[in-house]
């Protein structure tokens, strides 16, 4: 009886505790596949800042293409930005 044991202990492993596992994981990921409201509101105030930070940079830039116009020449890798 020893034997059917283990054999019994690895049927009910492979059939019925690796799928539940999985179906598990598979509902969680179904979960938390759409980003939260919070999340959502995080990005749009990223994104609103990033848009504010850019156009303060291409007001500095056109403040310094009036007052120093060879400012590019010394920093090339925004050459046109």
Known sequence: M????????VVAIIFVACPAVFMHYQAEFR??????TDDERLV???WKTAQRLERRV??????LDKEAPD?????PERPNA
Do not use: M, P, Q, Y
């Not at 020893?2 to 202990?9: F, H, I, Q, R």
């Not at 291409?58 to 403040?63: G, Y």
């Open 31 to 36: 979960k938390t596949k759409s980003i939260s």
């Open 58 to 63: 291409e007001a500095l830039e056109t403040l």
């Open 71 to 75: 400012w590019r020449n010394e920093f």
């Open 2 to 9: 020893g034997d059917l044991g283990w054999v019994v202990a």
């Open 44 to 46: 749009d105030d990223l």
